[in-house]
């Protein structure tokens, strides 16, 4: 009987699994679809899932109309700085909270955790405000500076990870005459790395999805990014191109796909340790 429960159990969480990821992946499938259709194709009902003819003319015409490699390249120039910031930074600030004693240190962690609590549309405007002051409310400069002085939920998530490594490789490094920033780069460094990469992941799709910051600072075209230049994709061509748009988005995504696929096994493993660990 329990035996056939448990058979009954698993048929019926694959089952809603199966229809989950359909849905989640249906609208995946719409955007690859369309993006191989001739314009006849796209809006014709019964939807027709299948094109009857691969149209791959749309992937010319979108490297037509947008520069999309330029705007892949700015991305990800503007992701490595980013990522290169939020990791390093996050990582020094949490290994400071979970290896020394220094009077005010829970006060301090609690500010940083209220932090998380506050959303951008909430600071959007004071840090426009900001960056307009010392004149640097145009370009990279107000999304990549802010990265330099680490990220409150990175800092939350690798502290976790870094309080529950043993005491005793670290102690055997001081008594070997090592200082604290060695000790960080030769050990805690090392010893997350999948915590770190988990983070460099985050890190790396939210500025690959980030379109409201990228919006407020960013005002040159050629320093656009492939969500400004999706977002400005039709007021370019003057119509609404769905072919062309449908494939210019997809091509934004395989990077972003890419990186899940080799990253994936340290995104799930960083996730695992964090949560056993905290």
């Known amino acids: 009987m329990r035996r056939g429960n448990r058979i009954y159990g698993r048929i019926i969480l694959y089952s809603c699994s199966v229809l989950g990821a359909a849905a989640m992946l249906l609208p995946f499938f719409w955007m690859v679809s369309t993006s191989l259709k001739p314009d006849r194709e796209i809006f014709t009902m019964p939807i027709r899932w299948i094109p009857s003819v691969f149209y791959a003319e749309n992937y010319v015409r979108a490297?037509?109309?947008v520069p999309v490699l330029r705007y892949l390249f700015n991305t990800f120039f503007l992701a490595i700085l980013k990522i290169t910031g939020e990791v390093l930074v996050s990582a020094l600030v949490a290994y400071g909270f979970a290896r020394f004693e220094f009077r005010g240190k829970n006060f301090l962690f609690m500010i940083l955790l209220a932090t998380m609590m506050l959303p951008y549309e909430v600071t959007m405007i004071p840090s426009f405000i900001m960056w307009t002051f010392f004149g640097l409310s145009s370009g990279y400069t107000p999304l990549i500076l802010p990265a330099y002085f680490g990220s409150a939920s990175f800092i939350f998530f690798i502290r976790m990870y870094y309080s529950a490594f043993p005491r005793a490789l670290e102690e055997a490094m001081i008594i070997d005459g090592a200082g604290y920033l060695k000790i960080f780069f030769r050990l805690f460094i090392p010893l997350?790395?999948?915590?770190?990469?988990?983070?460099?992941?985050?890190?790396?799709?939210?500025?690959?999805?980030?379109?409201?910051?990228?919006?407020?600072?960013?005002?040159?075209?050629?320093?656009?990014?492939?969500?400004?230049?999706?977002?400005?994709?039709?007021?370019?061509?003057?119509?609404?191109?769905?072919?062309?748009?449908?494939?210019?988005?997809?091509?934004?995504?395989?990077?972003?796909?890419?990186?899940?696929?080799?990253?994936?096994?340290?995104?799930?493993?960083?996730?695992?340790?964090?949560?056993m660990k905290g």
């Open 63 to 65: 490297f037509q109309v």
């Open 192 to 275: 997350g790395k999948s915590a770190l990469l988990t983070i460099a992941l985050w890190s790396f799709v939210g500025t690959w999805n980030d379109l409201l910051g990228q919006l407020i600072y960013i005002s040159d075209p050629a320093q656009y990014t492939i969500q400004l230049g999706l977002a400005s994709f039709n007021s370019m061509t003057g119509e609404t191109l769905w072919g062309p748009l449908m494939a210019a988005s997809f091509a934004a995504l395989i990077p972003v796909i890419c990186v899940l696929l080799f990253a994936q096994r340290y995104f799930v493993e960083g996730i695992k340790m964090s949560g």
